[in-house]
């Protein structure tokens, strides 16, 4: 998003969710690195998404997902680790 504007999780999954049937006919079991509503790049492993979405974007927020798998629910202390913890 432009103007210092930064986009939240809930607009990485939603833009994950507009391309997903797309991904998943062309991109089955790979993973994907969406940040500010963008496909960034398609991955072989969460491990290589992860370093490269850390290298780009710091904390985040983006979205790695594995297409084709199930969404899952982490608890809120998995997701959010607040500044020096």
Known sequence: MLGGEMSNIHDEIEAFR???SKLEADHMGQW?????GQ????FPSFEVA???AVRRFGS??????????PA?????SV?????GA
Not at 63 to 69: D, E, F, S, W
């Open 72 to 76: 899952i629910t982490l608890p809120a």
């Open 60 to 69: 985040g927020p983006f979205l790695i997902r594995q297409i084709g798998a």
């Open 39 to 42: 496909l960034v790049a398609l």
């Open 50 to 52: 992860a370093d490269e």
């Open 79 to 83: 997701i959010y680790h607040p500044p």
């Open 18 to 20: 507009q391309m997903k």
């Open 32 to 36: 994907v690195l969406i940040h500010e």
